[in-house]
């Protein structure tokens, strides 16, 4: 049985985006920190996106043809590519990755059978879908990876009164 593994780059007070929607302030381009990242996704094999996280994400799909990217950058994109993903979204017509499927609907039970027949870890990343799986329960780990920012306004890693309502777009 895998874990249902909640993991995001966080600022200090705890937002995964700003309020235009961005995190670039928290992607990690010191090698000790990227290589950690890494190594900690090494137990995973299946990521759960919301549609805007794996538009953000399929990046990885053709990060390799990027020149000059360093080891640990090509590393993530070799490990993000031999993944399997399951995007939530009403609204996505097609997958822009491969091992990738589209599902229209968070169902708890479809989630807690994944987990129950997986042999490695699982994520759930967003603060959207991520609130669909803390309220069911799912969730057995929290990855927060604090980065030195203060972004003021946004999403929060955490749902509930912070505003995410946790849809699928």
Same mark, same amino acid.
């Given at each position: 049985?895998?874990?249902?593994?909640?993991?995001?780059?966080?600022?200090?007070?705890?937002?995964?985006?700003?309020?235009?929607?961005?995190?670039?302030?928290?992607?990690?381009?010191?090698?000790?920190?990227?290589?950690?990242?890494?190594?900690?996704?090494?137990?995973?094999?299946?990521?759960?996106?919301?549609?805007?996280?794996?538009?953000?994400?399929?990046?990885?799909?053709?990060?390799?043809?990027? $020149?000059?990217?360093?080891?640990?950058?090509?590393?993530? /994109?070799?490990?993000?590519?031999?993944?399997?993903?399951?995007?939530?979204?009403? /609204?996505?017509?097609? $997958?822009?990755?491969?091992?990738?499927?589209?599902?229209?609907?968070?169902? $708890?039970?479809? #989630?807690?059978?994944?987990?129950?027949?997986?042999?490695?870890?699982?994520?759930?990343?967003?603060?959207?879908?991520?609130?669909?799986?803390?309220?069911?329960?799912? #969730?057995?780990?929290?990855?927060?990876?604090?980065?030195?920012? #203060?972004?003021?306004?946004?999403?929060?890693?955490?749902?509930?009164?912070?505003?995410?309502?946790?849809?699928?777009?």
């Amino acid at each position: 049985m895998g874990k249902l593994i909640y993991s995001m780059l966080v600022s200090l007070d705890g937002y995964v985006e700003d309020a235009h929607g961005r995190f670039g302030w928290g992607v990690p381009e010191d090698e000790e920190v990227h290589s950690y990242i890494n190594h900690l996704a090494s137990s995973v094999d299946t990521y759960l996106y919301g549609r805007r996280m794996y538009e953000t994400m399929v990046y990885w799909e053709t990060a390799h043809t990027v $020149p000059n990217q360093p080891h640990y950058v090509r590393d993530w /994109t070799r490990q993000w590519q031999a993944t399997e993903k399951i995007v939530y979204s009403r /609204t996505l017509a097609e $997958p822009r990755s491969v091992r990738t499927r589209i599902e229209r609907e968070f169902d $708890p039970d479809v #989630v807690r059978r994944l987990k129950a027949d997986a042999r490695h870890d699982i994520t759930v990343n967003g603060p959207g879908l991520a609130a669909h799986a803390l309220r069911a329960g799912l #969730v057995d780990e929290l990855q927060m990876f604090v980065c030195p920012a #203060v972004v003021g306004a946004g999403n929060r890693f955490f749902p509930g009164s912070c505003g995410v309502e946790g849809g699928i777009g």
